[in-house]
């Protein structure tokens, strides 16, 4: 895979995959980790200790501060993939030190949900 990183690290985890974009300010509990946003695919699943795959963020960039939170709450994902870059997502991974990597469109749709991998930005590996 060729990964662009953003975020610098290493993590393993369980991929929770959502197909559609994530507002971490409107749809995600910042102490729980819970996604309420009904209308959201993930909706009642917990983003905590998993790597999350998404396509990217939206809404406002407040919610850079609720990834901040999800990390200081102990509730975060382990790390983000996602397939652009936007500035919420990116500011708030690197507020809060979560491993965050941008791949292909034909890489997104080879991640597997419920599969378990290993991110490590330094050796470029996923």
Known sequence: MT?????KGKAKGIIL???NPINFLGAV??????????NHDLFNKSVKDT???FPHGVGSSVGAYTI??????NSA???????KADLTVASGCALANIPLVIVTKEEF???ENGK???IDTDKNLL
Do not use: F, H, W
């Open 3 to 7: 990964l662009k990183t953003i975020v």
């Open 17 to 19: 995959k959502s197909y």
């Open 29 to 38: 509990d910042k102490k729980t980790g819970v996604i309420r946003d009904e």
């Open 51 to 53: 790597i999350l795959v």
């Open 68 to 73: 901040y939170s999800l990390k200081s709450n």
């Open 77 to 83: 994902p382990c790390a983000m993939i996602c397939q």
């Open 109 to 111: 749709e080879s991640l």
């Open 116 to 118: 378990e991998i290993n």
